[in-house]
């Protein structure tokens, strides 16, 4: 079975400052995706950016960008310039042949002005 | 992009009623919709998957006769929590798959489900 692992229940960032926010999986399949998602208090889940596994090259969303390690199975999210509104709660998702994403616990995500 | 609708937001219900959430795909075909459930501070939990024209497929642990599934077209799935105690009040959210084979899935708004 898959899992997926945030060990970082907390995190804190200074305002146009920039954090790192940690994500491990485990997986036997060859194919799959992995996401992160934000869940604002509003609770409605918005992808941030997704990575295909058989892509080499890191993906990038304007101040949102992922460390892809296949082989250590980590994803990692980095958010530059860190702003007022990315205060949520980040969660790394795993999606493999099933269709259903599997979430890690999740990263309460605090922006200090 | 694609749009799930939710609905409703939040209900709240007396213990022993059943209520239906339902999960619609607006601008594209879904044959596989999936329900969540989240507890506060958690994370969110795979309840079934719902697939069009067919049975569902729950997790380990779910009672399907509790959480009644339905996916009658492929851009409704609804969700019936029967007989509902304070300890089904939890947060429930659907996602869908566009039919083609994309990889993303879109979520609903999700639902507040108070049991009282």
């Known amino acids: 079975a898959q899992t997926v692992t945030q060990s970082q229940p907390e995190m804190s960032v200074q305002e146009a400052e920039t954090v790192t926010l940690s994500c491990t999986y485990d997986t036997s399949e060859s194919d799959y995706y992995l996401f992160w998602y934000k869940q604002p208090p509003s609770r409605q889940m918005i992808l941030v950016i997704r990575?295909?596994?058989?892509?080499?090259q890191n993906a990038t969303e304007n101040r949102f960008s992922v460390n892809f390690q296949k082989a250590a199975k980590s994803f990692s999210l980095k958010i530059s310039d860190s702003q007022l509104g990315d205060a949520a709660m980040y969660f790394c998702a795993y999606g493999g042949s099933q269709g259903n994403l599997i979430f890690g616990k999740g990263t309460k995500l605090s922006v200090k002005p | 992009g694609a749009v799930v609708s939710q609905h409703p937001s939040w209900v709240i219900c007396k213990s022993g009623t059943s209520v239906k959430i339902e999960c619609r795909s607006l601008?594209?075909?879904?044959?596989?919709m999936f329900w969540y459930r989240q507890f506060p501070k958690q994370s969110l939990m795979l309840m079934a998957t719902s697939n069009e024209g067919s049975k569902a497929t729950y997790e380990q642990g779910v009672e399907k006769d509790k959480f009644l599934i339905n996916h009658a077209s492929l851009t409704l799935s609804t969700l019936t929590v029967t007989s509902a105690h304070p300890e089904d009040s939890s947060f429930y959210i659907c996602?869908?798959?566009?039919?083609?084979?994309?990889?993303?899935?879109?979520f609903g708004q999700g639902t507040r489900l108070t049991v009282v």
């Open positions: 601008d594209f075909q879904a044959t596989t």
């Open positions: 990575q295909e596994a058989y892509k080499q």
């Open positions: 996602s869908a798959r566009d039919r083609r084979g994309k990889t993303e899935a879109f």
